[in-house]
Each structure stands twice: as C-alpha cells, then as structure tokens.
DNA sequence: ACCTGAACACCGTTCAAGT
DNA sequence: ACCTGAACACCGTTCAAGT
C-alpha cells in the first residue's frame, strides 16, 4: 500500500513534470476537503503530487499563493454555476435567482473547506490580494445580471440594483455559514439542505419583488 | 523596548500565575485581530502571557482548545447585544430585529478573525466541540425570542418562526461575510457599514412581514 | 527552466523535573 | 496543583547544486 502514485495525481515520466502547477491546485483541494484547512501543510502537497517539499516555491508564492489559487478556482466555479442558472430560466428572473441560490448553497455545503477558504478564513483581510476580488466580482456580476434583468422587467423593485444583489447575496451565503458552522442542521442531507436553500430563496423574493405587481413601474 | 511586562497582561507575583485561563484567553484574543489566524501561534500567546510555552497545556486542550474558548466568548457576546437589542425598544419587533443585525454587523465587521473563528474557518466541521454549539444556540435564541413575539403580535408571517429566523440571521451574518472579503465595502468606515447593514434589515423586514397587516392573523 | 536536498528558524505537544 | 525546560517530530521557506 505505497500509494506514491495514486490514479488522480500521476507520477511525471521524466524529471519535469508536465503541469506541476495544476496538479498542486488539485492535490491542495483534495487534501483541504479531506483534513480541513488548519490539517493542510505544504510538504503533503508536494508529496502528494510526487515531487519535493521545495518544488511548489517555483509555482506559486509560497503557502498563501497555493492558497489563493484555490480560492480562485472556486470563484470561477460559482460564477459558471450562477450564469448556468440563468440561461437555464429564459425570462424568468424569480426561477434564476432561485436556481442560483440553491446551487451555491448546495456546492458550498458539499465544499465547506472551500468555501471558508474563499471567504477569506484564513488571511488578515488587508492582504488580500487583488486577483481573488476579481474573481469574486466575476461571480457578483453573474448575481447583478440576473436581477437587473428582473428589475427591467418589472418583476424586481428596490431602489438601486447593488443594494438588492447584495441582500441576494447575503441570504444565501448567510444560509451556506449557518449551515456549516451550527450544527443544526446536517449538510450531509441534501434533501434538507435543498429545502432551507428554497425557504430562504422565497423570504428574500417576497423581499424584493417590485409592490406594483402590474409589470411596469414608476421612472 | 523589553516588554516583557504590559500593562494588559501584567506579570505575576508569585510563581503561580493568578488567574492563567482568561489571561491566556485575552492574549489570544489580542494576538488573533493583531495578527491573523494563520500567524497565531500557541508559543506567542504563551509568551504575551508571561508563562513558559508548555504552561497553556494545564488550562486547555491544545490549540484547539484555546481557539474554542475565544469563539466561545464571542458567541456569549453575540447573545448579550442580541437582547440587549430586544430590551432596548419594547413592544417594536421590527426595531428589535434592526438594532440586533446593526449591532451584529458593526461588532463582527470590527473583530473579523474572532468572527471567522466562530463560524468554524479553521476546524473541520465534524469536530467542532457541542460547547460551541452550545454558545451559538443562545445567540440563535435570542433572535428566536424576538420573531417569536412579532409573529404572535402579528407583525411578523411566515409559516414556522425557525425558518423565518434563519432567513434573518443569513442575511445579516451573510453581509458580515461580503463586507469581510469583498472588498467592495471599507470596514473601517462605520457609516457606510451601518447604511448598509439597515438596508438589508428593511429588505428581510419586507420579506417576513405579515401578509395581513391588521395586527391578526390566520390560527 | 525546472527540480532536489540540506539547512534554518519556527511550531505544537509531551513529559520528567522543579516550586 | 501549577509551572518549567529539554526533547521530538513536524512545518514553511530559502538556496546552492543538480538535470
């Protein structure tokens, strides 16, 4: 059982490996959401992707930069998912957000290291560095799409479109935190998991759906 | 420039120190907004304390163990603001449930790391320990008590009051979360924290207010 | 250009020994 | 009962040297 080459991390076939930064990114994925961030070491990594402790150091800027590669890559991935809900639901702004809504919850509850790691658990939040807010506006404009979409419609009210992304938003990540961290509910059943995402998802319509209800509505 | 004793932590006077527990605790809590989770080490806490490294081990289980204390006296104040808030405007749920998510928010936006700390960023969800759970049930039931009373007043809906609970505290903990990391908002800057924090207050108030609107409601 | 291995300073934790 | 200091295994990071 010397498991020095499983099937998801190869061993290289000469002495570069092809794409040592990616294989890194998995491994580190991989051993996050099997140990938990405070579990995770850069030598395990390394070690895992079949080259020295010191190899990542020519890839990546040290521990934080693998880090962030990660977080990264799971932006990206909920910016796909949210435009995925929309085009989903052609002209219908209430059904995007809602799908949009439980995908997050429901890959960030699959994901909690992940997620923690995306929402900055790990870094003072001064040094944060500019590339991961990108990637995060990626997925914001995903949200802002959808219901500007649904405010020109008339189906969405509010006074400004960020202040509604944002009360969007909030639930559903809010939702996400209280599901990790309470202990109130098991993030291991996705029946349950899907029903609290489609609770909240409806409190927060019933918040913003624009009062007039005709479909047009006051410049 | 020795500082081996400061004025917060000061040195004992005897070989035993006092009252090692909440010292320790309080170095931690200094060290952790100070510095970051990441940059947290036992060794230093020991060291601001004024013990030997080793010492911390007589009064908690490992790092671990001290951490949960930390996150455990932020939940504790959590529950003190959230009926303090409850107090403070009698008969008025819904300027009970503002000045709770306002409070919430400007606390947990000025001590992010102990905030990260207490929704879990750095233990892998399984162990977290049930004291924990303990601590942020008082908080849950807190805002439990104030939606409760509204909804028998009529002034709040909703089909069950934990659900309607739980759309509260998402969103508001869920803005914490985007204010911490997105760097889209200064937390530095109380006003706008504020501004936004009673925003998203009045967009869950409009989701969760009764249907009705004449003081009674359907048994 | 990419990877290795020794080296350094640090860390968490344990444990016999001190007060 | 509480605290210390040496010890151990580990970690992040750097750097001369190898391919």
Chains 1, 2 share one sequence.
Not at 24 to 44: D, P
Not at 133 to 138: I, L, M, R
Request: charge should be negative.
């Amino acid at each position: 059982m010397t498991r020095s080459k499983s099937k998801s991390f190869p061993a290289r076939d000469s002495y570069h490996h092809g794409d040592l930064h990616s294989t890194l990114v998995e491994a580190a994925e991989h051993l996050l959401e099997k140990q938990g961030l405070s579990a995770l070491s850069m030598r395990e990594v390394a070690k895992l992707a079949g080259v020295s402790h010191s190899a990542p150091y020519r890839h990546f800027r040290g521990k934080a930069g693998l880090l962030e590669a990660v977080a990264q890559a799971g932006f990206n991935r909920l910016a796909v998912m949210i435009n995925g809900a929309h085009d989903a639901y052609p002209d219908d702004p209430e059904a995007q957000l809602r799908a949009a809504g439980v995908a997050y919850v429901e890959w960030a509850t699959e994901n909690p290291e992940r997620t923690h790691l995306m929402y900055g658990g790990m870094m003072k939040s001064e040094d944060v560095p500019e590339t991961l807010h990108a990637c995060a506006e990626d997925a914001y404009a995903g949200i802002f799409h959808i219901i500007d979409e649904g405010r020109q419609a008339g189906v969405f009210g509010g006074d400004d479109t960020d202040s509604v992304v944002i009360s969007a938003w909030a639930v559903v990540h809010g939702l996400t935190m209280l599901i990790l961290g309470s202990g109130k509910v098991n993030p291991a059943n996705p029946g349950e998991v899907r029903q609290l995402a489609l609770r909240v998802c409806d409190t927060i319509l019933d918040g913003i759906r624009s009062r007039t209800g005709t479909g047009d509505q006051p410049s």
